[in-house]
C-alpha cells in the first residue's frame, strides 16, 4: 500500500526560503545540488497570468506550487499535498493555501473534468502548474516538487521536530499525546496522514501539515541543522525537483524574514459522489475569495 498524505512539498518551500543560509558552508555541494534538481516548466503556451516574469532579484512577490508525491521512487505519481504559497518581500509575510487533492476541476491539458491529484499523474509538474493557475486565476511562477522519502529523511536530517498537537491519537503504530510533541521522520508522516479521527477532518489534517511545516522551518536555521548540510543536500537531490536557479536561490535570501508571519488557509468545497468517485466541489464564489486574496498578497 503506498505511503500517502504527504506534506513534503510545502517543507521543500521553506527549504527554498532557508537554502542560502548554507551557502558559506558548502558551496560546492549546494551548486551540484542545484544543478541536480533543476527542471524547468515546459508549457504548452505563455502564462497569461503572469506575461512578465517575477524577479527575485528585484523583490517582487512571488508564489510557489508545493507538490507532494504518493510514490516513492516513481517521477509521475498523483499528488497527495498541494499547497501555494505566496511571498511578499515588502510586507514579509507569506500566504498558504492548501488545495484538498480531491478538488473537481479541469485538467488544462488533458480535457478532462478530473480530481486535481490527478494533474501530476497526467502530465508531471507542468500540468499541474497550469492547472492550479487556471482554478485560482493567478500564476505560479515557482514549483518544488518531493517525494515521501525525502520528507522522512529530511525530518530525520534535522534530528526531528517538536509540534503542539491538539488532542491524543494513535496511527500507524505511533501515539500522538496532547500538547508538546517530539516527531521523527515516520511519526511525522504518521502524524500529517491521519484524518478520519480528526473531527475537522480535511481542515484538521492541513493544520498539521502546516505545524510540521513551520516546525521544520525552525530546526533547519538552527546551527546544529548546518553541521548535516551534507546529508540535506543527500536527501534533496535524491527527491526533489524544482525550477528554481541557483542564483534564485540565492536572492530568495532576501526573503527569508517572511517565515515569521506566515497565514494558513483551505479551499474550502462540499463533499459529493459522481459514478460512485468522492470529489470535492469548490464554489466560484469560494474560489474566487481565495484568488483575490492571493492576487491582493501578489500585487496583481
Do not use: W
Not at 478538488?103 to 499523474?121: L, M, Q, S, Y
Not at 484524518?195 to 522551518?217: A, C, K, M, T, W
Amino acid at each position: 500500500m503506498k505511503k500517502t498524505y504527504l506534506i513534503v512539498g510545502a517543507i521543500m518551500a521553506t527549504l527554498a526560503l532557508c537554502i542560502a543560509v548554507f551557502l558559506f558552508y558548502s558551496y560546492g555541494a549546494l551548486t551540484k545540488t542545484t544543478d541536480d534538481i533543476y527542471r524547468p516548466i515546459e508549457r504548452t503556451h505563455p502564462s497569461v497570468h503572469r506575461p512578465e516574469p517575477a524577479l527575485v532579484e528585484e523583490h517582487d512577490p512571488i508564489s510557489f506550487l508545493l507538490l507532494g508525491l504518493d510514490a516513492e521512487d516513481e517521477t509521475l505519481g498523483r499528488t497527495d499535498t498541494l499547497i501555494v504559497a505566496t511571498v511578499n518581500q515588502t510586507t514579509s509575510s507569506i500566504q498558504m493555501l492548501s488545495i484538498p487533492r480531491d478538488t473537481r476541476t479541469e485538467i488544462i491539458g488533458h480535457n478532462t473534468i478530473d480530481k486535481i491529484n490527478h494533474a501530476h499523474a497526467f502530465g508531471g509538474a507542468d500540468m499541474t502548474v497550469e492547472t492550479v493557475e487556471s482554478l485560482l486565476d493567478i500564476p505560479i511562477d515557482y514549483v518544488v516538487t518531493i517525494n515521501m522519502q525525502g520528507f522522512t529523511d529530511l525530518i530525520d536530517a534535522v534530528d526531528g521536530i517538536t509540534v503542539t498537537n491538539s488532542f491524543s491519537f494513535e496511527y500507524g503504530g505511533f501515539e500522538f499525546l496532547e500538547g508538546p510533541t517530539e516527531l521523527s521522520g515516520d511519526e511525522a508522516l504518521a502524524y500529517v496522514r491521519m484524518r478520519y479521527e480528526d473531527p475537522l477532518g480535511d481542515s484538521g489534517r492541513n493544520i498539521r501539515q502546516r505545524q510540521v511545516i513551520e516546525s521544520f522551518l525552525k530546526e533547519i536555521v538552527q546551527f546544529p541543522s548546518i553541521s548535516k548540510i551534507n546529508e540535506i543536500f543527500t536527501t534533496v537531490r535524491d527527491n526533489v525537483e524544482t525550477n528554481l536557479t541557483l542564483s534564485e536561490m540565492i536572492d530568495l535570501f532576501a526573503y527569508e524574514p517572511s517565515r515569521h508571519h506566515i497565514e494558513q488557509h483551505t479551499l474550502q468545497g462540499t463533499g459529493t459522489y459522481k459514478d460512485g468517485i468522492y470529489y470535492l466541489l469548490v464554489s466560484d464564489e469560494e474560489l474566487e475569495r481565495q484568488s483575490n486574496k492571493l492576487k491582493k498578497h501578489l500585487e496583481l
